[in-house]
Structures are given as C-alpha cells and as structure tokens.
C-alpha cells in the first residue's frame, strides 16, 4: 500500500501547497511512483500546475461521492501535470459541498482511506488538504500515515497550529492509535532575527517531532508557480530544491 502523507495546517500562506507539491516532485526524483491529491476547494495546487475545474470530467471530490470507495473510477480522475514527475488528483468546488453532500452517509470518516487501499499503485501518495475543518480534512488526517505540518517562522503562524492540534486531539479518542505528525519549519529568513526565535520557539516545543529539514525562502518558487511547474524543474540546484530534496530524504526513512 502506498505511505499516505498529509499536508495540513488550519491558517494559510504557511506553504502547504507549496510543501505538497516540492515534496512529491522531490520524491518522485527519487524513484518513487507519487500522487499529489488537491483536497483544498481552492485548487491551489491544481492551478499551479496549470489544471482547472473547468471541463474536468472528474476530480478529486468524486473519490468521496463514489457510490462504493473500491470502486473509484480512477481512471478518469487521474492526470499528468505537463512535464511534472507525478500524478495529480485535481481539485473542484464541489470539495466545499461535501459536508453538505455527505451528512447521512455512513462511515463518511473513512472514504478516503478506503478508496486509497483499493486504488492504484502508488509509493507516496500526497494529501493537500483544505484549511478548515471539515469531512475532508477528517478523511485525510484518517488516512495519513505522516501528517506533515508545515509552520511559517512568524509568530503569528504558531496560534494556527491550534486549531489543527484540537481537530488531531478529538480524532485520538475514537481511532485506534494517535495520527502521527512532524512539524516542518517554512519560509526561514536567515536574516531575519524574529524568525530564528520562532524557529528556536519550533524546535523546544516540537523536539524530535519537527524534521532537521528548513524551509528558507526562496524566489525560484515565485518562478515555478508562473511557469505552471515545480521548483525542481524550474532550477534543480536552487536552495529550495536542494532543501526539499533533504526533506524527501527524511521522510523516506519515518
């Protein structure tokens, strides 16, 4: 079965999307056969590489509203991203309905997960998931094997983080074991005083449940968002690449 990582953090602009997208690229380059699934309404990571809901004969939001998860029609669900070394499930907002479409169905934590173990051979696949809580946010902390928490260094960004932690802390009581999570340090500015406390701040409260891996910024992100691609096909040698691409190294070993 393929490792189901969730990127996941209930305040935006802390580079979830961005995280969801370098890391799959990163671990693709390194062999592993990847799905990057779009679970925000928004479709950020759809947009960046340059998928719309317009005139998709399916997305992501019909895995949910399969009469049975085994029986996803994956097929049609699935694209390849240009030149991106990954498969994407692409989002649509009919995602923001599925509170509303699924209220009376049974078992409606689970679809994900269940659709996931019946679908097709991946090594990773990765959840980019809505910033609010909601079914799909329930179905893909459920399925992760990892949830991967990525956190801005900026004071602000740590009161996000709590809103998660209690969706995670009410999810614990009724499922079997505890979702296991790292926490990832994004958008470090080396220059910046404040960042470098908030990044001490991480690691106190974290320990050895935040990865080595930081994220700095990086301009060559800005540059393969414009072009519709991933960093690592934009400049494979940049910071930000070679950051992700010890990220991937960390995560294969979890």
Known sequence: MARILAIANQKGGVGKT????????ALALRGRRVLVMDLDPHGCASAHLGVFPEGLAASAADVFLADDPAAVSWGAVLRVPGKAPFDLAPSHTRLADLDMDLKDRKGKGVLLRQALAAGPAYDHVLLDCPPHTGVVLVNALVAADLLIIPIQTDFLALHGVRHLFDTMRALNRVLPRPIPYRALATMFDRRARACTRVL?????????????????????FREASAAGKVIQEVSPECRGACEYARLAEEVAVL
Do not use: Q
């Open 18 to 25: 961005t995280t969801a997208l370098s890391l799959a690229a």
């Open 200 to 220: 001490d701040l991480l690691r106190n409260k974290f320990g050895d449940r935040m990865f080595a891996t930081v994220i700095g910024l990086d301009t060559k």
